[in-house]
């Protein structure tokens, strides 16, 4: 293990080498933000192995690029015991359970951590590993309704309504957990001692919704939910339809950049309500959607480009990739079967991210190498197939 420390520490001052090189991830298979998290890591140089479990049709993890898999059985307490050979030799073990099933496993940090001292055992889960709903069940929906977000999210006069399932699974946890792992790396450059992250996506949520709570005294959040600046309350921060069925997204707050919105709209300043004065907003309103629907998307966005009215199409996910703005900074990219899916975020400099291009792999693809890496003897892997304790489906894999 503190061979890997050494090496981490050398190939971060590697300007050839991307920034996570060297690190050996260990994923518990899971669904959406534990996947999310790994695959950032990846993107980013990590060698991410996730395990999954043995006698599974097909895998359901949709982030796996860059990725290896080895199927492991942990029902045995021979599997286990595989695992627990996988993380002693580790950097990071990635845990997407409910608190308790890892230490009914014999393989809690406590135990990991006195075999690997150096280990950054991450765990996310929806309400963190304390408190009254540290066991409960739940989903994005639920965690971002106790984030207090939820509350703030939708539109005047309705429910309040949910953003897909991108704020507490994959910003507030996904992202917020790899952004952990991250800072584990570095401190522990310095102390070469590991520690335990305890990601929760109730906090998580809630601290990139920070703004919220930072400016409520400032007028930004002083209405109901969907009448204030940028929740749908104004009508010169929303989409609107054009003539062909699609949609334009305006965002002119600034009165310069409200200004050119007016003047690319064809509209007279004069003849309209003041920008700010929110009691006409639904007369505005009214009037923007009028005016959008008389020409196509395209009709628009040649119109505003080049401009600061900030004004911009509503691009669908397949168009995304060929805008010439993201077109020309590789912004998105075709996976193996071809289809579109984002490059990774952020650009460095000297050590960018570079996404596989392969095809995710098959559960328990890479069973037999990965564990023959990890010091296990030929013999000793065909014991435990035979055995089931493990499987292994190279023989399957598409060339």
């Given at each position: ?16 080498s991307?920034a ?37 049709a097909?895998?359901?993890?949709t982030?796996?690029r ?7 059985n942990?029902?045995?307490p ?20 409910r ?7 014999g393989l809690g940090p ?10 950054i055992?991450?765990r ?7 408190g ?8 994005d ?5 106790m984030?207090?977000?939820l ?10 309504y949910?953003?897909?399932n ?9 992202l ?17 001692r ?5 990601t929760?996506m ?8 920070s703004?919220?709570w ?11 939910r ?21 949609y334009?997204a ?25 920008q ?9 309103r009214?009037?923007?959607?009028k005016q959008?629907?008389t020409?196509t998307q395209?009709?628009?966005a040649?119109i ?5 009215a900030?004004?911009?199409?509503v691009?669908?996910?397949?168009e ?6 993201n077109?020309?900074?590789a ?10 899916t ?6 460095l400099s000297?050590?960018?991210g ?5 095809r ?8 037999r ?9 030929p ?15 190279a ?5």
């Amino acid at each position: 293990m503190f061979i890997h420390q050494m090496y981490i520490k050398t190939t971060f001052q590697n300007s050839g080498s991307m920034a996570l090189a060297g690190v050996r991830v260990i994923e518990l298979a899971g669904l959406a933000p534990v996947p999310f998290c790994g695959m950032i890591l990846a993107d980013f140089g990590a060698k991410v192995i996730r395990v999954d479990r043995t006698k599974v049709a097909m895998a359901m993890d949709t982030q796996a690029r860059g990725k290896r898999s080895v199927a492991i059985n942990l029902k045995s307490p021979e599997g286990v015991a595989v695992l627990k050979r996988l993380c002693v030799q580790s950097d990071v073990i990635l845990e997407p359970f409910r608190q308790g099933v890892m230490e009914k496993l014999g393989l809690g940090p406590e135990e990991l951590l006195k075999d690997n001292p150096g280990l950054i055992y991450a765990r996310l889960t929806g309400y963190g590993q304390s408190g009254a709903l540290a066991k409960a069940a739940g989903h994005d929906i639920n965690y971002l309704a106790m984030s207090g977000l939820l509350s703030m999210l939708g539109r005047s006069n309705e429910k309040p309504y949910a953003p897909l399932n991108l704020v507490a699974d994959f910003a507030g946890g996904g992202l917020m957990c790899a952004f952990g792992v991250v800072l584990a790396l570095l401190e522990r450059a310095k102390s070469g001692r590991g520690q335990v992250i305890d990601t929760s996506m109730v906090e998580g949520a809630a601290y990139v919704g920070s703004f919220m709570w930072k400016s409520r005294k400032i007028g930004m959040w002083d209405h109901s939910r969907g009448e204030n600046l940028l929740d749908s309350g104004a009508p010169f921060y929303d989409t609107y339809q054009t003539s062909d069925g699609k949609y334009m997204a305006v965002g002119a707050i600034e009165p310069q950049f409200y200004t050119q919105l007016i003047h690319g709209l064809g509209l007279d300043a004069a003849k309209l309500p003041p920008q700010m004065s929110s009691s006409d907003w639904p007369q505005l309103r009214q009037i923007f959607t009028k005016q959008f629907a008389t020409k196509t998307q395209e009709d628009w966005a040649r119109i505003f480009d080049g401009t600061d009215a900030c004004v911009t199409p509503v691009l669908s996910m397949d168009e995304v990739i060929s805008h010439p703005h993201n077109l020309e900074r590789a912004s998105f990219h075709r996976d193996a079967q071809g289809d579109v899916t984002p490059s990774p975020a952020p650009i460095l400099s000297r050590t960018p991210g570079k996404p596989c291009l392969a095809r995710d792999p098959m559960i328990g693809e890479h069973t037999r190498p990965v564990l023959e890496e990890f010091g296990f003897k030929p013999a000793e892997v065909d014991q435990l197939l035979s055995a089931g304790v493990i499987e292994c489906n190279a023989a399957k894999a598409r060339l």
